[in-house]
């Protein structure tokens, strides 16, 4: 049954039992626990914005393997504009939810995926894409949430899959059976993991062929015997696990996606769910897909959360009547400037997309690698030019306790007031949502999320095309182009 | 009769007879006057493209006036596809001339004035487009270049045209005729202008109704009586006219795109060639779309420039047995990062571009600021990279007549050679070309050409939509939307 | 009684009876309630490194007022050596607590009042610095906490103390008695308050001779009549309220200095402990001088905080394996650039320190705003590199509860495990710690402690002497120097 | 005789012969030929500068070795006081000349050898010092100028001294004579070498014990047979050439030092002014210290040419009426900013000086290469705001030969000029000054004198002592102290 609405997507995820460990202790309901909710909340957003009319062409498309009306994160990107409309989407979910929304990293993993099972068939005659397209077509059909699982362990940083002395710090096959596999081993920072339906494990680097037991694709459902998740702590998780309504910042949304480790302890997985065995040659383009995809992703979703955070001080400055100020309307403009540019990056590795062999669509490598490491540096100048906006109220705020407080409630008002028109929970609302977006996890996150930054600056250099470059530089120098 | 290559071009800039001083004499053949001579070479360098069958796609439009296969440069922007051809075109010659080229200023004028003649038209029921049209039918025909005229001198800056204790600080209508217009002022920065066949002249600023007579567009050949251009100085502009081979660094093509002052002394204008006569509501609009269109080109053309720079180091660390270094992959890598980040904006603001009323699209705005405004940080990021991989060497080498003296010859040979394999010439012109790309006026051309920064950043804070940004900031914190 | 030891300190604060409220709770004991021990704490190591020989030399000085070996702390600087000592002092505290410490605020108090008291006296035949002095003394020889009180309220920010519909947004007297004066208002962000001995309050700007009733300093008990504290949050205050040992980071010490909101209801001060009353004319000196002695110390607290964020990576990049990669030391040669640059500045403010009237120091004004202006900047940076040289897993890591968990500790022990040699933990507390001093709280500190990024502008342009650098820029083009 | 002033410098310079080329010509008085003559006034202000008594107490020193008066800059650093004269004194005189003055790279090189020559004698038995001491004792009394002599062309980066193909890509003794010894190579970017009196050779990096040929230090006079000197090319040299009043931008001084390469051809040094031969285990001690010492000094020089920046776009902005943006002052606020963070390590690397072994005082290490590396952005950063504020007509400012043409004069002034009040000239000579000092050799001397970007950044990691910042870490992280 196809879900439609944040409700239906809420309802489906009461029906699977996840085994998800928090604070040393079980969380049975996704949906409720305080811990989880509010990222509930977020993904249910992707659910209930296709319901809206002004959001339907960007929030839903026509898949190109049944013909229907399916949800975008489940939809394989046929062309430029398809690819353009989910940076649109994105950035508009940023700016309702503040946060996080969760579904793009299975989107990523099921359009990376899918254009190499494509390839892997061409060249070793295996039927991977068959066997994936039906499962994806039940994804599309009953519009669930896949979390696609990629980072492992690596324990030591210095060694390969197959050098490490404890072998499962990259996930991989214990035992080849006549009905499926069994896998060992754990992702971590998995967003959105607790409350997606499936899982879709990839390889996390390129492998060579002693590390054919780690070289494989395949999907189980979250709740499957062997599968346990422990859910990681983020910052002031306690107001939220408190149900804290001012001090949390956002109330209703959560700081980042919700990030869990998954560790898997012997799971089956049968053949039928198998899209890559021991393809060694081919997890660099699984990888290198997923990784394009998910970076191209963050210069939208990230402007979304900048022009969150560019109204917030805007607002701010009206409350403390500063918004006057030269240096003021300077910083704004810079946090402007530097979320347009990250957009910017998003739309053109978009714009200059092309067709894989499949006929699924890329976004240009270099340009989304470009985008993912700016995001690296301006959500910390936009995050650290709020800081400077906001003032120094958001270190040293009383709770919302002492604001309610009946002996000094009166003094906490008192003293937290701006111009006169504007009631004082504004500004603390305003000052708690500032801290909440600026601080900790939510920084971590765009430093490290789609890949740390190093990792962006090798694959820029790899398509840097230096030998062009030279050629240009020689003939403009005069000098003569040798063999060689 | 159409010009069809460089040769053609050249040709055709023989057969007028502009009025050009430099260094305190006249020029009379910009052809070949070695001050021009290199400028010209660029600008043939946009005739010539079109004549090699790989670029042909990018450097050819079809005019929707005439349904003639024209030069890109005189096309009117008639959908998406047209603008982001453009930038590859750019990027291209940025790559092939290491300068600017020239010919961006008057298309962008074209496009500009065109697309505004038709909403004055609109309003007030004249027939600008008409005489627009017939005009640039015949630029399009013959394939002229044309010089987009648009910064005035300004004298005291705190005052406004109207407000200049000298009128002629802003080019102004000092009669109006039967037959025409008589103007006068001057021009500063124009690009090109020397070998150009027309002067596109708009008005520099947004008007009011105080300045009538300053709010005037026209076209008029170069050589028009009454016209006097001054060729302005240049870094190491003494090597080019010299004809010095090696020191120049770049002995086909000169450092940016030469310019001069236009000064206008009671120059008379026919009405057929008058677009624009006191319509001051109308200056805003016609200074905002050349100025977009001009600001997203920056991100093309110099991202050319910053592929020669990045060529030119990787080759030069080759050549000094460097190139293994950490350091040096890390900083070619951000050389390649920041170009393309700029890259990036120039193809998003064209990717989100949009129709005119006229039917002529425009670039994105907000992104085609952002794109200029970053030229105005990273290009000069990128020299400065650029310098610290060179070497202090390019700032203290022998000159070319010290390497082929008799004397001495042997120890500038001997000194300056680097590994074995590659002659001590490569290094020698490959310094002298970084030395020509990061020094002085390049720099400065990127810092102020299409607009300085602040206005950029004036442009980005009235984009930024700052109401909705906070009501996404106020929804999130939970602060009710309450009457404004 | 003297205060000589951590212990002595502590048990010294039980003595007092301040009114605290925090969480909407009364705090009753200081020392022993979880959210304020870890700053008790932090301020207790003022204390104890005096008694350790190797550091003494740097933690005692010599009273100018009784010859008496006393504290640095509450000493008023006698020279450039006492300036460069101090300085020296800050940074090892910052290395050893890794957070504020607290003490810098009343001892910067101290030396701005101590020199304005004596100049206010020479106008005015006043005797505030008798008063001062003798109130010192005591300060000096029972070596007492004291808070230095600045910042208030201030309302609306377009409008001055004054000009508030609310006369209390800025402290003022409400009454001058026989006996002494009654004040009104607040302080807000008041480090190391709750456990401070005494305040001293100081107005927070410059004023005219409209708001004589906010042109006041004066001295006051803790625990005096109609003053209430309310704690402010911090990041994740509460894992150290609820007493983790790992996942609060840093154990034993605060994330910054612990502040509270300060609020004087009707509070009685005799005329013994009041230095100012009434002079606005030396209200912009004392602020001054505060800033500029807090201002200096930025880049001494601050670089013992960057020194232990620097060892906090270089370890975790041993533990990971990661520590030969030539970005890993690339990013911490950064970080400790970085760090080397504000301490510079502290150094070199005091090198140029010069006597005031009084014979106290001051420091060189536009060097200790160059130093804490580059914090404001800098320590963002140092964390952001801290944030990518740690890795994804300080944001998604698990909590302690379950790495203890009997099911489920062997999964985190198992997968956050790093080289073999090194137990899993220490790679758990490094993160915990690095992602203690990354976020939030901690850096909001930087930013707006000693006065926010545009406070320090406006003082670096003032102070910027530009006449004189036109006379050099003009001397050296040629341009004769004229009248005027 | 000992050289007193100005003149007396230039008659001194009169008396020598040193061989020098350049342009491919020879060239015969340093002091006239228009090449050179700006950097030897550049240099006089060394010496005229100490008969002006405001300066004296910085210009001069009395010398440890004969008590006598001296010019500072041939004076051993005998306490931290000196250091800090030093850095007064080089800003001061950047401020007088706006550039190069070229005398510290003979004063450090004096400084690093003294001492190294003591510890030299210490292990090895060896009287370089007193041979030193003899050869110094001369240049204080003459007060002749030295050009410190360290970077070697190196060849192939890839390969030490011993390994090249040509064994003179490091100057070397070729034969060890009874009288003296024979040595052969070359020295690039030797800054005043053409209007020194002496050269003062060092070895141009840490040495091994293959290298020992390479391993010398040995002072021999400008004119000593077989030297050649090969004067490079600056940016737009030929405006100096040609005696260009305005358009050189500084009519009296140079863009930089003047820098040449020194070719030796067989060169004989008596032994009396050998003072190293061989110990390889002291080229490390004497690069070290020359470098820091070297390092040190750009803080103080640079700000001085900074301020002289800063004071020409105020002036300019003046000029232009645009003085009172608030863009504008915050822009001259960051160029501020900048210069003084630079001026903070030089001084604070002095205040944190301390004695080495023979009494000489050493700056503090880790604080000047920290100054030198910020100076590789700073200067850069600085010049870009200038760029910034001049505006665009530094790109394309007419001539001076068009400026005083009769036909079109007129039409320069006319176009130029700023507000009423202030001539024409005035904006062009301070638009000049502001292009010579912001394009091309003046920048990559700021980044590559005293040793290139990556030189510094190995010196602070290895400095950076991470063993102790991992202490820290550990005990603030709860971690037990193991072995190891």
Redesign the interface.
Known sequence: MKIKTGTDYMDSLRQLNPLI?????KIKNVVTHPATAPHVRAAAMTYSIAGQDEYKHLAEATSHLTGNSISRFTHIHQNMEDL?KKVKLLRLLG????TCFQRCVGFDGINAVYSTTYEIDKKYGTSYMERFTKWLIRIQDENLMVVGAM?D?K?????GPAEQ??P??YVHIVERREDGIVIRG?K??MTGAVNSHEILIMPTTAMDSASRDYAFICSIPIDAPGI?M???????D??RDLKE???V?????GI?GG???I?FENVFVPWENVYMDGETDFTGMVVHRFAAHHRANYGACKSGLM??????V??LAQI???A????V??K??EM??LS??L??????????GTPTPSGAYMVDT??AN??K??V??FH?EVA?LA??L??????????E??L??E??GH??K???????SIPV??RI??G??I?AM????A???S???AG???AQ?IM??RE?D?N????????????PQRDK
């Open positions: 460990y928090y604070m040393g202790k353009i700016q309702k939810t503040g980072t362990p324990g030591d940083r210095s060694k002395k404890d499962d710090q754990a971590l920072h346990t422990i859910f990681g702590r983020q910052a002031n306690s107001r309504t001012i001090d910042g956002k109330p209703s949304f980042v990030e869990a480790v560790a022009d969150v955070l560019t109204g917030a805007t607002y403390q009547g500063s006057r100020g030269s240096h309307r300077d704004i403009t402007i400037h347009e540019t957009y910017s990056s998003s739309i053109a590795c978009s714009a200059e270099m340009l470009v985008c490491h700016n690296t540096r910390f650290r800081v400077d906001a003032g120094g109220f958001i270190a040293t705020l009383p709770s306790h002492d309610y407080n002996e000094i003094l906490v008192k003293y937290f007031s701006g111009v006169d929970e504004d609302k305003i708690r949502l801290e600026t601080g900790g996890t920084m971590v996150e430093m490290h999320g740390s930054p190093q600056r820029i250099f840097g230096l062009r470059k030279m050629q240009f530089a020689k003939a403009l120098a005069g000098i």
